[in-house]
């Protein structure tokens, strides 16, 4: 399977192995997966994480997907807002 998703990801989306690549992980099943996957290729990847500020949980998962940055030994980014706060203001 890693084979198969290396040559997709190389070949058909042109993702190189070599270059940082900054992949969004929201803390999800999906993404946590995908990132595991893109380490386990040796991908050089960069997590990036956004919390919305709109879901209770959304501070627990941003603390998930950082520790999961951490064990696997690669960069974190996060940031957050209160985007319904700031669409309201934006009226």
Request: net charge negative; with cysteine; glycine share 8%.
């Amino acid at each position: 399977m890693l084979a198969r998703l290396d040559f997709i990801l190389q070949h058909n989306c042109q993702v190189v192995p070599t270059g940082p690549l900054v992949v969004g992980v929201s803390g999800g099943p999906d993404s946590l997966c995908l990132l595991d996957l893109l380490t386990r290729l040796d991908f050089q990847v960069i997590v990036a994480h956004f919390n919305h500020g709109l879901r209770p949980e959304a501070v627990n998962e941003a603390r998930r997907v950082e520790e999961m940055a951490r064990c696997l030994g690669v960069p974190f980014v996060s940031g957050s807002q209160d985007v319904h706060q700031y669409a309201q203001s934006m009226r």
